[in-house]
């Protein structure tokens, strides 16, 4: 699929990587464009659904994208067919249900408290309330096609299954599917969704439902202890308006499930806006009450004088959240509040704060040997000697050569070649080649020794040991101030260990047999025990196998399921084993502290004796440059005299 390039109205596409699937199609990355991801579906779609797609690209505005997902163009294959759409590209976002789980939003939203779920729920009721006033219905809510961000920001995605109104034709384009525990009871009574026209009405029972779960920490409004005789699963619970939370039926039939949170800790607007959503039908409260109500309930919001991360309405006697980890051991809100770091790993910034590494700066030397105040040495006289008599032998010569010229002209060439040869060989010009030679020489090689030194002095070998050292005690200081960090990751680490395997064998707990699942039947149920598929937690292991008659749509509905039977999980640290585990780790770190403290001490010792080593050298070696330089300027000056002598 990689490459593909499909057409749309705007420009072509070149399909990337995939990003995620389900039961309709798959979404993909766009090259060379990180904004927008493309939609394909896995079926042909209908001309109607084509032409919604096609509607909804072209009624599409600022107000409808800041909460959708909104299609922005259509894709067709070749032959004109679309077969897809594409839609802004949403990263660092969650699906809603991630905000039910105490470890989901410790890991993706640390340090938020109950407070930032009433601002979610808040956040939830304004995007309704647009998305109402655009017209649009949104029909299939649930809590895994909202996605939200760190801001606690919502944008719903599959988007084209909303419901949408053509004023211009009176024509609906419906919304045919729904989750049923989200689906309120005047639809659930229906046979089939087809060609049935919902309203905003039907919507906030939806939305209620969300915000339930999202102030009741994931539990359904329906979904209880039963008091009764009666078989009564979330559908029925649904369709009777038995209000698991109710405090208007005196005889009720379900209860609150054991450690839930009380209706009573509500403000008691909102508790009045829960009981008007799920025990009447024709007037539910609109977006806008929804709206006042959580703004009020987020200004009663105070913090916990025992934990940063409990906040409880100003009403409350006491904190429900310290209640529940008290009385019942459970834990809704992780954080360390009851886990106390050990002193030994604080103030780590005390110890190497005494290890200061210095680094050394050397002022380089140019390499200049030229001194002032030197002249070239007196020429010592037998020199002069030398001169003279090479000068006077050259004279002597040249007389010579040119009588013998004079008396037998055919001899000037020989006298010529013969003046040249006496003149080669003369002793005492040989012994002035001999001293410039020297003189030369000795110059050159001062000047290289010179050089040597400066490069020596520029460049000190030690020097080089010395960095290796101060990198070295660098990485040790670092890894010394991240033991704090190390033992607070263990200790994460740690937590959701436990937190995990008390959720897997709660999981385990839950057989498919004895749960009503909705398009599970006993057969198919059969199936996946057949295929070794027997609880909840088996779910997990459904994407790596391949299970004849259980296709992705099925998938996504036990993958749903699991999701609603973990919001029943509630998490109660054993707190004896966590510290016995916890001690464990400390010990181990702890033992790497004192080796740390060992190495950076021993370290830092031979970094002060390097850098001592290094200042003493560079000291000697500049008197040594210095000297040196007088003798290197004395040398030249020397040679140079001495060759403007012998010319």
Not at 19 to 41: M, P
Not at 350 to 369: A, C, D, M, R
Not at 445 to 467: D, G, I, W
């Amino acid at each position: 699929m990689t490459g593909r390039t499909v057409k749309g109205l705007h420009c072509d596409y070149m399909i990337g990587r995939e990003l995620g699937r389900g039961g309709e199609g798959q979404v993909f990355e766009v090259h060379h464009n990180d904004a927008v991801v493309v939609k394909l579906y896995n079926e042909e779609l209908s001309t109607e659904k084509a032409e919604k797609l096609k509607y909804m690209v072209e009624i599409g505005n600022d107000d409808i994208r800041a909460y959708a997902a909104w299609p922005s163009d259509i894709v067709t294959d070749l032959k004109g067919n679309t077969i897809g759409f594409v839609m802004r590209k949403l990263v660092n976002s969650v699906p809603l249900h991630m905000l039910f789980s105490p470890m989901d939003r410790k890991k993706l939203f640390p340090a938020r408290g109950y407070n930032f779920l009433v601002h979610v729920a808040r956040n939830l009721a304004a995007a309704f309330y647009t998305l109402h006033n655009a017209g649009l219905v949104i029909g299939d809510v649930n809590e895994g096609n909202i996605l939200i961000d760190k801001n606690g920001m919502l944008t719903f995605i599959d988007c084209d299954s909303f419901q949408v109104y053509v004023k211009e034709e009176k024509k609906y384009y419906y919304c045919e599917v729904g989750v049923p525990r989200y689906t309120p009871p005047e639809l659930l009574e229906m046979t089939s969704f087809e060609n049935v026209v919902r309203t905003a009405n039907t919507d906030v029972f939806s939305m209620a439902v969300l915000i339930f779960q999202l102030l009741f920490l994931g539990r359904h409004p329906f979904a209880g202890r039963n008091t009764s005789s009666d078989d009564i699963d979330e559908e029925t619970a649904i369709k009777k308006h038995y209000f698991a939370y109710s405090q208007n039926n005196e005889a009720p039939k379900l209860l609150p499930p054991a450690d839930s949170l009380e209706i009573k800790h509500l403000s008691p607007l909102l508790s009045q806006l829960f009981h008007q959503s799920f025990e009447q039908r024709s007037r539910r409260p609109i977006t806008t009450e929804w709206i006042k109500a959580l703004d009020q309930f987020q200004k009663e919001m105070t913090r916990c004088a025992n934990a940063k991360m409990h906040f409880y309405p100003k009403h409350s006697e006491t904190c429900p959240w310290c209640s529940f980890r008290e009385k019942r051991g459970i834990v809704y809100f992780i954080d360390d509040s009851y886990l106390k770091s050990n002193p030994l790993l604080e103030n780590i910034d005390s110890f190497v704060n005494g290890f200061q590494v210095e680094e050394i700066t050397l002022k380089p030397h140019s390499g200049n040997y030229l001194t002032t105040g030197l002249s070239a040495a007196t020429i010592p006289q037998q020199f002069y000697l030398y001169k003279n008599y090479t000068r006077y032998a050259k004279l002597a010569i040249l007389l010579l050569t040119t009588g013998i010229a004079f008396i037998t002209p055919w001899l000037i060439i020989a006298g010529v070649a013969a003046y040249f040869v006496a003149n080669a060989l003369l002793p005492w010009k040989n012994k002035l080649n001999r001293q410039l030679q020297k003189r030369e020489t000795d110059y050159t090689t001062l000047k290289s020794r010179y050089a040597a030194l400066v490069k020596t002095y520029n460049a000190p070998p030690e020097l080089n040991v010395y960095n290796q050292l101060t990198q070295k005690l660098e990485n040790q200081i670092k890894a010394f101030r991240e033991l704090p960090v190390e033992f607070k990751e263990r200790k994460k680490q740690l937590e959701e260990v436990q937190y995990n395997e008390q959720l897997e064998a709660f999981l385990k707990s839950c057989s498919l047999r004895d749960h009503n699942i909705a398009s599970f039947g006993s057969a198919r149920k059969q199936i996946l025990f057949n295929n070794g598929i027997r609880n909840a937690a088996d779910i997990s292991r459904l994407p790596e196998l391949r299970i004849q008659g259980i296709g992705p749509k099925n998938m996504q509905v036990l993958l749903n399921w699991q999701r609603q039977v973990c919001a029943d999980f509630t998490y109660k640290p054993n707190d004896t084993l966590f510290s016995k585990q916890l001690h464990t780790i400390f010990l181990e770190i702890n033992g790497n502290k004192q080796n740390l403290e060992n190495e950076i001490r021993s370290n830092y010792q031979a970094i002060q004796q390097m850098k001592n080593h290094i200042y003493t050298k560079q000291a000697a070696l500049e008197k040594q440059i210095a000297a040196m330089a007088a003798q290197v300027h004395q040398a030249s000056l020397d040679s140079e005299a001495f060759r403007r002598f012998i010319q």
